[in-house]
């Protein structure tokens, strides 16, 4: 079959990409941008990317005509700008304006569970999305899915964050709300399971596993499984606001996403029985094993997808590209060079920088920086990044942004997403002649972006100093 896939650096669309090419479809990848697609992770000839922006009609007459399945992956709602449950429908009118012309027979649509009478402003958009694309000249199959557990999701990783953070936990009531957890292997094989059939056309169905739980059962499992003593204490009192902050304090969200979690979170996700598990042969897997295969995963380092590297700034939305020339008129700039002996260990230990392994410098500075950010309402240090030795255009990177990551030019180039007063980026690059360069660029938002380069100066003469010779040094990367 020739398959559109839409979200495609989204968490969702990453885990299936690789099932649809093994499965030998021809797959038509829709992204914004695709200096954010991994090129390195696809070898397949059965796979075209295309640039398509879903909120500008004009930019999808790219989708090709003679598709015969699209699968509707897209979602707003960690959005930091405007409001995502406009710009949903919107994506969609214009997704079902576009697929009308082609001659697909059937959309799969991936929401959310929305069975109760009283839905979050989450459930609701994902819920009016599925009404736009009903009706139309394609059959619809709607998949709706409670908390997907599964490396790199955002349940799993906020979960984690909490568990392993936080010993004792004062918590807000919404812990007692019940919901169906299901693997991300399951949602992977429904979304392959229903392609192309015809009996689930027009329909919807909710999709979760065996296990109906409490978002306490599930830390306090969670804790069992990494064989952690935890205790947790309900409290009435926590408005949504504080409880949003709570989140966004202890786990790796974004203040909005945040938000919008809390508010979903307060609404029983169960789902209404049905017997498409059944109909498609899919053994349903149990919440303890999810979490289980989520951790091989992650102690093997074959994270596939990260839901962090999904999450940009609204500066990127005009695509990564424009950022990738490094500006030079009116610009700060820390440079500094050091020739190495041994190319091949310094350029393991550009590649594995942040995260668990640090900035080899002064590692204390950079988190109280993140701490700072995040009181300011940034991203702080707490997304770390997904693979520990690989990195990818578009991943996130603790507080930065990859925008290249090249090894056989050996250059890395980050952009800043910590709340500045101007623009940042940081860069490393090794020349033919084994000199190492490493450069700091600031460009200044007027006079308060002047004053911040020249406060932070004197921990730049430190960090940026120390960060070089640790690079330099002829001693192989060693993961920690």
Same mark, same amino acid.
């Given at each position: 079959?020739?398959?559109?896939?839409?979200?495609?650096?989204?968490?969702?669309?990453?885990?299936?990409?690789?099932?649809?090419?093994?499965?030998?479809?021809?797959?038509?990848?829709?992204?914004?941008?695709?200096?954010?697609?991994?090129?390195?992770?696809?070898?397949?000839?059965?796979?075209?990317?295309?640039?398509?922006?879903?909120?500008?009609?004009?930019?999808?007459?790219?989708?090709?005509?003679?598709?015969?399945?699209?699968?509707?992956?897209?979602?707003?709602?960690?959005?930091?700008?405007?409001?995502?449950?406009?710009?949903?429908?919107?994506?969609?009118?214009?997704?079902?304006?576009?697929?009308?012309?082609?001659?697909?027979?059937?959309?799969?649509?991936?929401?959310?569970?929305?069975?109760?009478?009283?839905?979050?402003?989450?459930?609701?958009?994902?819920?009016?999305?599925?009404?736009?694309?009903?009706?139309?000249?394609?059959?619809?199959?709607?998949?709706?899915?409670?908390?997907?557990?599964?490396?790199?999701?955002?349940?799993?990783?906020?979960?984690?964050?909490?568990?392993?953070?936080?010993?004792?936990?004062?918590?807000?009531?919404?812990?007692?709300?019940?919901?169906?957890?299901?693997?991300?292997?399951?949602?992977?094989?429904?979304?392959?399971?229903?392609?192309?059939?015809?009996?689930?056309?027009?329909?919807?169905?909710?999709?979760?596993?065996?296990?109906?739980?409490?978002?306490?059962?599930?830390?306090?499992?969670?804790?069992?499984?990494?064989?952690?003593?935890?205790?947790?204490?309900?409290?009435?009192?926590?408005?949504?606001?504080?409880?949003?902050?709570?989140?966004?304090?202890?786990?790796?969200?974004?203040?909005?996403?945040?938000?919008?979690?809390?508010?979903?979170?307060? !609404?029983?996700?169960?789902?209404?029985? @049905?017997?498409? #598990?059944? &109909?498609?042969? +899919?053994?349903? %897997?149990?919440?303890? /094993?999810?979490?289980?295969?989520?951790?091989?995963?992650?102690?093997?380092?074959?994270?596939?997808?990260?839901?962090?590297?999904?999450?940009?700034?609204?500066?990127?939305?005009?695509?990564?590209?424009?950022?990738?020339?490094?500006?030079?008129?009116?610009?700060?700039?820390? !440079?500094?060079?050091?020739?190495?002996? @041994?190319?091949? #260990?310094? &350029?393991?230990? +550009?590649?594995? %920088?942040?995260?668990? /392994?640090?900035?080899?410098?002064?590692?204390?500075?950079?988190?109280?920086?993140?701490?700072?950010?995040?009181?300011?309402?940034?991203?702080?240090?707490?997304?770390?990044?997904?693979?520990?030795?690989?990195?990818?255009?578009?991943?996130?990177?603790?507080?930065?942004?990859?925008?290249?990551?090249?090894?056989?030019?050996?250059?890395?180039?980050?952009?800043?997403?910590?709340?500045?007063?101007?623009?940042?980026?940081?860069?490393?690059?090794?020349?033919?002649?084994?000199?190492?360069?490493?450069?700091?660029?600031?460009?200044?938002?007027?006079?308060?972006?002047?004053?911040?380069?020249?406060?932070?100066?004197?921990?730049?003469?430190?960090?940026?100093?120390?960060?070089?010779?640790?690079?330099?040094?002829?001693?192989?990367?060693?993961?920690?």
């Amino acid at each position: 079959m020739k398959i559109l896939l839409t979200g495609v650096t989204g968490y969702i669309a990453q885990r299936l990409l690789p099932v649809l090419l093994g499965d030998k479809h021809e797959v038509i990848c829709c992204v914004r941008d695709k200096n954010r697609f991994n090129y390195k992770n696809y070898s397949a000839q059965n796979l075209t990317v295309i640039e398509a922006d879903f909120l500008n009609s004009a930019t999808l007459q790219q989708i090709p005509n003679d598709i015969d399945v699209a699968y509707y992956l897209i979602h707003s709602m960690s959005t930091e700008t405007g409001d995502f449950e406009n710009m949903e429908a919107v994506c969609a009118t214009n997704f079902k304006n576009r697929i009308e012309q082609t001659n697909a027979k059937q959309v799969v649509y991936l929401s959310g569970i929305s069975n109760a009478s009283e839905l979050s402003k989450h459930l609701s958009s994902r819920k009016n999305v599925e009404t736009v694309l009903s009706g139309s000249t394609f059959a619809l199959t709607t998949l709706k899915a409670g908390i997907i557990v599964g490396s790199g999701s955002a349940s799993f990783e906020i979960i984690r964050d909490l568990v392993e953070k936080l010993p004792f936990m004062i918590t807000p009531s919404w812990l007692k709300t019940k919901c169906q957890p299901i693997a991300i292997r399951n949602v992977v094989e429904f979304l392959i399971g229903v392609l192309g059939k015809t009996e689930t056309y027009n329909k919807s169905y909710d999709i979760g596993g065996p296990d109906v739980l409490s978002y306490k059962e599930m830390l306090l499992i969670f804790a069992k499984i990494r064989g952690l003593k935890r205790s947790i204490v309900i409290v009435p009192v926590m408005t949504p606001k504080i409880s949003s902050y709570w989140l966004y304090f202890v786990t790796a969200t974004s203040f909005a996403l945040a938000k919008n979690l809390v508010n979903s979170m307060k !609404i029983e996700v169960i789902c209404t029985p @049905n017997n498409l #598990a059944a &109909l498609l042969g +899919i053994k349903l %897997i149990k919440y303890e /094993t999810a979490i289980e295969m989520a951790f091989d995963r992650i102690e093997q380092n074959q994270v596939l997808s990260s839901w962090k590297d999904a999450q940009t700034s609204a500066i990127f939305t005009g695509g990564l590209s424009k950022y990738i020339e490094v500006p030079v008129n009116g610009c700060f700039k820390d !440079i500094r060079t050091m020739n190495i002996s @041994n190319p091949v #260990a310094s &350029l393991e230990k +550009i590649w594995a %920088i942040g995260g668990k /392994t640090g900035w080899y410098y002064g590692n204390w500075l950079w988190k109280l920086r993140g701490f700072l950010d995040q009181l300011a309402g940034g991203v702080g240090m707490r997304r770390g990044r997904k693979s520990d030795t690989e990195l990818a255009s578009g991943e996130a990177l603790d507080f930065w942004r990859v925008l290249l990551a090249n090894k056989n030019e050996q250059r890395l180039l980050l952009y800043a997403e910590m709340k500045l007063p101007g623009e940042a980026w940081l860069e490393f690059k090794i020349d033919k002649n084994n000199l190492l360069t490493q450069t700091a660029t600031f460009r200044p938002l007027g006079v308060l972006g002047r004053l911040y380069w020249y406060s932070v100066l004197p921990f730049h003469g430190l960090i940026f100093k120390g960060m070089i010779e640790k690079i330099a040094e002829p001693i192989p990367y060693s993961p920690k």
